[in-house]
């Protein structure tokens, strides 16, 4: 028996169980679960917090000193303790005169994963999907892209193996994600399923930007609504937050409240993603933001960011939007070769998400005493690559130095 003709045998009965509890259809799309209700009334965050709040003018120096040697515009750091909002401030500015707040809104880059890993675990607490259920396949929640799988190996992975980065994708050279220019997903999706995978999904982990692009279209099919709409109804809106965009991808596009952004003063021009323009700032036209939708789409505040962790944590203070069990299976750490659900790394029960790309960087620090630091910036740093790391540095650093110092209170309720 072929290979595929085995697969087609062992597939249905490994998800016999799941399939009979789930229904994907494009043409009887899934009826969207009730919205969680916020745990706090209507409160603009993004607004109602601003930097007369809060106020350390020593952290303020070593923030001022990191900012003039990475030469970076606006920074915006919010911290939380046991899901109380306890510092926000933004530093710098956010455009040519506007002043950085708490409340200005900046690309999150890969950041979103962690948003759409916890979109994922809501679906699987409706029932519409298990971390489990096949991607591809007769019993595949995109098994509409099945007639270009040339790979058997497609019908191989799962859910979980999207969201651990263990799908079987691996590029050499530049990254799919970043690469010429599809008007659409399904058109990119279907250009790259017909490639081969480069290992057996499931028994080894590459980063992949695309991975994440096949989970927004899981989130878009077990759900039956578009990513964005999906994401705003079932995990921003019952975390208290209305000020989560998808970004654009030129200045014109720029949202209410967003920061501008920045490349370094010698950054050389780049011609536009979509061909159109000859010379633009990469951070405005050189990649196709837009698209990348969960991988790494979403605009927020650091405030409202860290509400979103402060609602998915499990502390219990806030209202949390998933289950313990979700939010267990989210944060546990396995070993170094597996990344954790949404989460780079949960090793030693301190959570890391970081995110990065032309004009920004965020990252998200929750520690097991309780403590999340969110900084994002809207510069792109001299030393790219090392920037993520040297930012790490600076939050434990903040934390060692005045942790202690910030005020017992909570800026979400005040």
């Given at each position: ?13 490994a ?8 229904i ?16 706090v009334?209507?409160t ?5 917090i ?26 915006s750091?919010?911290?939380t ?5 306890i ?5 710098g500015?956010?455009?040519?005169t ?8 900046m ?32 019993y ?8 270009v ?7 191989l ?20 994600m ?5 008007p ?18 499931g028994?080894w ?11 927004s279209?899981v ?5 039956g609504?578009?990513?964005?709409a999906?994401m ?10 209305h ?6 991808n030129?200045?014109?596009d720029r ?15 780049v011609?536009s993603?979509?061909?159109?323009y ?9 990649n196709?933001?837009t ?14 960011l860290a ?13 949390d ?15 170094d ?17 970081t ?5 920004t960087?965020?990252?998200?620090k ?6 999340c ?6 510069t792109?740093?001299?030393r790219?690559?090392k ?7 600076l ?5 060692r ?5 910030l ?6 309720s005040?």
């Open positions: 028996m072929s290979r595929r003709g085995l697969i087609s045998i062992i597939v249905p009965l998800v016999a169980a799941v399939s009979a509890v789930l994907f259809s494009a043409k009887k799309p899934a009826a969207a679960a009730e919205p969680v209700s916020p745990s009334a209507f603009d965050y993004n607004k109602s601003t930097n007369e709040l809060s106020e350390l003018p020593a952290m303020d120096h070593v923030v001022d000193s990191f900012m003039r040697y990475w030469a970076l515009k606006g920074v750091i919010a911290v303790r046991n899901d109380s909002l510092y926000a401030r933004g530093y500015k956010a455009g040519q506007d002043p950085m707040t708490p409340g200005t809104i690309r999150v880059a890969s950041v979103s994963k962690l948003l759409t890993a916890i979109g994922i675990m809501r679906l699987e607490e409706e029932g519409k999907l298990h971390l489990d259920t096949p991607v591809f396949g007769p595949g929640i995109l098994n509409e892209f099945d007639s799988i040339r790979d058997d190996n497609y019908y992975i799962t859910v979980e193996h999207l969201l651990r980065h263990q799908g079987g994708f691996h590029y050499r050279g530049a990254d799919v970043f690469t010429g220019y599809h659409s997903a399904e058109e990119l999706v279907r250009s790259e399923l017909r490639r081969p995978l480069a290992f057996v999904p028994t982990q590459q980063y992949s930007n695309f991975g994440y692009l096949l989970l279209l989130i878009e099919k077990a759900s609504m578009p990513y964005d999906f705003q109804r079932e995990v921003f809106e019952p975390c208290g937050c000020g989560f965009r998808i970004a654009g030129y200045l014109k949202h209410p409240g967003e920061s501008m952004y920045f490349m370094q003063p010698d950054a050389e021009l011609t993603f979509d061909g159109k000859a010379g633009v700032e990469k951070c405005y036209g050189g196709d933001v698209s990348l939708k969960g991988a790494g789409a979403w605009a927020c505040s650091a405030v409202e509400r979103v962790v402060s609602s998915a944590d499990g502390f219990g203070v806030v209202e939007i998933l289950s313990p069990d979700s939010v267990r299976k989210m944060t546990t750490w396995y070993d070769d597996t990344f954790s659900l949404g989460w780079v790394d949960t090793k030693d029960g301190e959570w890391t998400r995110g990065s790309f032309s004009g960087s965020a990252l998200i929750v520690f097991p005493d309780g403590e630091w969110v900084l994002i910036s809207n792109s740093a001299w790219g690559s920037f993520s790391r040297n930012t790490s540095h939050v434990k650093n903040l934390r130095r005045f942790s202690s110092q005020p017992v209170r909570d800026l979400f005040e």
